[in-house]
């Protein structure tokens, strides 16, 4: 059985004030949780306090980002070494601001997902199309050619090691989300294309839906059943959204179980 995970992906925003508001708010009622599981990823100078605020509870810490090389001369990069020595159990790969923003190739994210892997972090490999993609009617070739420049780099079992996060890049931040509808039939192809190469590692993947989950709309997309959590941006930044989104995940686990 799948087990459901919200992961929030903080970005660059708030301080280390901030931060530690936002976990004093949100630790205790998580505490309460038990069903799913949840992960916090804050900007890279802020991991060591997070992780150390983390230590007791169950919420687990992750990174944004990685760089695709060991270590050596690249200023300004952090290595899958120091994120996985932050504490850090996930890492975002792949992010459509990676992409868009600072030019990540499909191979670069393949590079990332490797390191991840090497540095026994999970990666949270992103993938998802722009508008006039969806509009155009090549969602499918777009995400499976994502998709396939990982596996055709780390073999499509090495997707059992992370957690595939399809977020359209039309619904990431714009307050536009994908219908229940939308995200169950990109996951069910998702699904059913790993699962032509390996079915076991199909059936066993986590697959996030990301793109304005909010506290109003979280039920019914974790309700979808190729949709095993969510990639928080904007909601996972205000303490009461993501509680609530987090106990969506929690009640959705438990329709499962039951
Ligand atoms: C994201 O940053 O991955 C994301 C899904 O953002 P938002 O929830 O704000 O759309």
Not at 31 to 40: F, G, M, Q, S
Not at 78 to 103: D, K, N, P, Q, Y
Not at 188 to 217: C, H, M, P, Q, W
Request: with cysteine; charged share 20%.
């Amino acid at each position: 059985m799948r087990v459901k995970l919200v992961a929030g992906n903080w970005k660059m925003n708030g301080s280390l004030a901030s931060s530690q508001a936002l976990l004093k708010a949100i630790l205790p009622p998580l505490a309460a949780l038990d069903r799913a599981h949840y992960a916090v990823c804050p900007p890279f100078p802020y991991l060591a306090a997070v992780g150390q605020a983390l230590r007791g509870s169950k919420v687990q810490l992750g990174a944004q980002d990685l760089s695709q090389f060991d270590d050596g001369a690249y200023t300004g990069a952090v290595s899958g070494a120091m994120l996985a020595e932050c504490g850090c159990r996930h890492v975002i790969v792949g992010h459509s601001e990676r992409r868009t923003v600072f030019g990540e190739t499909d191979e670069i994210v393949a590079a990332k997902y490797a390191q991840a892997l090497k540095h026994g972090l999970s990666p949270i490999l992103c993938v998802g199309e722009v508008l006039g993609e969806r509009e155009s009617g090549v969602t499918e070739t777009v995400v499976a050619r994502q998709l396939d420049a990982v596996t055709a780099r780390c073999g499509t079992q090495a997707l059992s090691r992370g957690v595939v996060a399809y977020e359209p890049v039309w619904a990431i931040g714009t307050g536009k989300t994908a219908s229940p509808e939308q995200a169950q039939a990109v996951h069910a192809f998702i699904r059913g294309r790993v699962g032509a190469a390996d079915r076991r590692t199909a059936e066993a993947l986590l697959i996030l839906y990301g793109g304005s989950v909010k506290a109003g709309n979280a039920a019914q997309l974790f309700a979808m059943p190729d949709v095993d959590g969510g990639l928080i941006g904007g909601a996972s930044l205000v303490a009461d959204e993501f509680v609530a989104i987090c106990r969506a995940a929690q009640s959705a686990q438990e329709t499962v179980r039951t």
